[in-house]
């Protein structure tokens, strides 16, 4: 297993408040996409992440530490929370402040080495998934760039599951992003697609 044990470390609100650095994973999208149960799912825990409907959290970058255990033998990295640009419900201000903070994350945190773009396949793209995408072309991190599907066992049948395929397609072109990028299709419920990202995952982090 690549993670013997995890636990939350800190919370940051800028760049001066970021941990220091060790290789980390970042797992973007708005609230209610997923986020918690699917970081759950991938440590084996049960309620690690709290859940990001608690107020202030949701504008915090959540670093969580795994193997950091004088017993584990397994590599220490980062697995980083972080609230979706779009905010719906925020005021401008606010806005701009974790668009800039995201931004200055994406171009300067050099131990970053994927990004988890949670879209939930129930809903599929919207306005602010676009503006995600838009920050990852801006950042030039295409590589570390890769699309989780949430909640795939609320799609009823093959066919509206293609059509979230192709629309993550279609955003992809439209943004001029590379259409190999991954596309990951993942159900916590169920434990789909767990294996899955962390080979992703893996590969990444040694490269
Ligand atoms: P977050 O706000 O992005 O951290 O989202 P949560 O992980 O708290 O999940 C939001 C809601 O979606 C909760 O009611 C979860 O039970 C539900 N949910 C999360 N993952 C899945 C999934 O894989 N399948 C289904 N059916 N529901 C899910």
């Known amino acids: 297993a690549v993670i013997k044990s995890v636990r939350f470390l800190k919370s940051a609100v800028d760049m001066q408040t970021l941990p220091p650095r060790l290789i980390e994973a970042a797992f973007v999208g708005r609230s209610n996409v997923g986020k918690s149960s699917l970081i759950n799912m991938l440590c084996g825990k049960k309620r690690l992440a709290l859940t990001s409907n608690t107020p202030g959290k949701t504008k915090m970058f959540n670093y969580f530490i795994a193997n950091d255990q004088k017993e584990a033998h397994g590599r220490r990295f980062y697995l980083v929370d972080l609230p979706g640009v779009g905010f719906?419900?925020?005021?401008?201000?606010?806005?701009?402040?974790?668009?800039?903070?995201?931004?200055?994350?994406?171009?300067?945190?050099?131990?970053?080495?994927?990004?988890?773009?949670?879209?939930?396949?129930?809903?599929?793209?919207?306005?602010?998934?676009?503006?995600?995408?838009?920050?990852?072309?801006?950042?030039?991190?295409?590589?570390?760039?890769?699309?989780?599907l949430t909640k795939v066992d609320k799609l009823g049948n093959k066919r509206v599951h293609s059509q979230i395929i192709d629309g993550v397609l279609d955003a992809l072109e439209e943004k001029a992003l590379p259409l190999t990028t991954n596309i990951i299709p993942t159900s916590s419920e169920y434990k789909i697609g767990r294996d899955h990202i962390w080979k992703h995952m893996y590969r990444l982090m040694l490269s």
Do not use: N, P
């Open 88 to 148: 719906a419900r925020v005021d401008s201000k606010t806005k701009d402040h974790w668009t800039q903070f995201t931004t200055d994350y994406f171009w300067e945190r050099q131990s970053l080495k994927i990004v988890f773009h949670l879209i939930d396949s129930k809903i599929g793209i919207q306005k602010h998934d676009l503006e995600l995408m838009d920050l990852v072309k801006e950042t030039d991190i295409e590589e570390k760039y890769c699309v989780v």
